[in-house]
């Protein structure tokens, strides 16, 4: 009966870990029982609010920093970006990144780690592959929902638009894009990967003008990484037939 009530104040007070925790451990003061009472309640919180940003961002693959080889076939622009990256601050400051190069190069598996340490810490992210986006805006504007599903971006803060450039876009489906774009422009942070550099977008995009316009919008404030070289998931393959 008492844990029955316990578990009724606790619900009501939003408590709901506490009593799972009651009597767990042994400790020399109430107050040291309490402390971990509610340190324990805060953790499990985290844990969940952690988990529940990982299923909605839908990453791909699990990436982490850990795993990740910083190449000498990566052009970093200055000394400063790379920290700026791994320490996040580029999201706070609203600031993009666009990495761009040769399939199979890592800039997915970076774009999805920096997401990752960015769920981490608590911030929203989305991983979109831009093919299935422009699909998504296109079958949304048909059904007359485009701003019921652009508002689901309003808490996000950081996106991941990735392999830019594989598929052209109609002229319908490239303007979509670019007006979510521009929503976003100096609101949230953008990490984009592609195979193209900047001068091939047209081939993209329909009209040259709104090609200018999307890449001044992802550049300006934007962290750039080339990325040139072999392709990691070739070399792995060939390696393996030896």
């Known amino acids: 009966m008492k844990h029955n009530r316990l578990e009724e104040l606790c619900k009501q007070l939003r408590l709901s870990h506490l009593p799972q925790s009651v009597n767990n451990g042994s400790f020399e003061t109430k107050e040291d029982w309490l402390l971990f009472l509610l340190e324990n309640e805060l953790a499990c919180r985290e844990a969940l609010k952690t988990s529940r940003l990982y299923r909605q961002?839908?990453?791909?693959?699990?990436?982490?920093?850990?795993?990740?080889?910083?190449?000498?076939?990566?052009?970093?622009?200055?000394?400063?970006?790379?920290?700026?990256?791994?320490?996040?601050?580029?999201?706070r400051q609203k600031e993009n990144a666009v990495f761009v190069g040769t399939p199979g190069t890592g800039k997915t598996h970076l774009a999805c780690a920096l997401g990752q340490m960015a769920t981490n810490s608590g911030i929203e992210t989305r991983?979109?592959?831009?093919?299935?986006?422009?699909?998504?805006?296109?079958?949304?504007?048909?059904?007359?929902?485009?701003?019921?599903?652009?508002?689901?971006?309003?808490?996000?803060?950081?996106?991941?638009?990735?392999?830019?450039?594989?598929?052209?876009?109609?002229?319908?489906?490239?303007?979509?894009?670019?007006?979510?774009?521009?929503?976003?422009?100096?609101?949230?942070?953008?990490?984009?990967?592609?195979?193209?550099?900047?001068?091939?977008?047209?081939?993209?995009?329909?009209?040259?003008?709104?090609?200018?316009?999307?890449?001044?919008?992802?550049?300006?404030?934007?962290?750039?990484?080339s990325f040139t070289g072999e392709s990691f998931r070739l070399k792995n393959a060939l390696s393996k037939t030896k």
């Not at 791909?60 to 996040?88: C, F, G, Q």
């Not at 319908?172 to 609101?187: A, P």
């Not at 592609?194 to 200018?212: G, Y």
């Open 57 to 91: 961002a839908k990453f791909p693959v699990r990436r982490t920093l850990e795993t990740y080889e910083w190449h000498d076939s990566i052009a970093i622009p200055n000394a400063t970006t790379k920290d700026e990256l791994i320490s996040l601050s580029f999201i």
């Open 127 to 225: 991983f979109w592959r831009v093919s299935d986006l422009v699909a998504e805006l296109e079958r949304q504007w048909r059904n007359n929902t485009l701003d019921t599903f652009k508002h689901k971006f309003d808490k996000v803060k950081l996106i991941i638009l990735d392999e830019m450039g594989y598929v052209p876009f109609s002229k319908e489906g490239s303007e979509l894009l670019f007006q979510l774009i521009s929503d976003w422009y100096e609101t949230k942070s953008v990490i984009v990967t592609s195979n193209l550099e900047f001068s091939q977008w047209n081939k993209v995009f329909t009209d040259p003008r709104l090609t200018a316009a999307l890449v001044d919008r992802l550049i300006h404030h934007a962290h750039i990484l």
